[in-house]
């Protein structure tokens, strides 16, 4: 069974920074890639960033490169969305999402099967 728990949300005023954390039960996590989506009130869920199973490959929303960075540590079984010159737009719940697949950088929701609960990410102006 595999469970997702995000962490590290909360407030933060623009230009600030965040760092949130996946963290995955299950012998899978080191061969399944894995994403960050978000979903703002009254909008769909959209994409974030992905990485490969290895970390040596990744994938970013146009509105966040540059400004997020994706990454993980498979001994830790632990994925990670460095968020930085955050803007009142990121706000949203996050969300992480574990691949069906080990390589494929997936931007569509339908693509992962197993996502956690979210975490709140509010960024005031």
């Known amino acids: 069974q595999v469970q997702l728990v995000e962490s590290g949300g909360g407030l933060v005023q623009a230009g600030g920074s965040l760092r949130l954390s996946c963290a995955a039960s299950?012998?899978?996590?080191?061969?399944?890639?894995m994403g960050w989506f978000r979903q703002a009130p009254g909008k769909e869920r959209e994409f974030v960033a992905a990485i490969s199973w290895s970390g040596s490959s990744t994938r970013y929303a146009d509105s966040v490169k540059g400004r997020f960075t994706i990454h993980r540590d498979n001994a830790k079984n632990t994925m990670y969305l460095q968020m930085n010159s955050l803007k009142p737009e990121d706000t949203a719940v996050y969300y992480c999402a574990r691949g069906a697949t080990s390589h494929g950088l997936e931007s569509a929701a339908s693509r992962y099967p197993y996502w956690g609960q979210g975490t709140q990410v509010t960024v005031s102006s």
């Open positions: 299950g012998r899978t996590f080191s061969t399944s890639a």
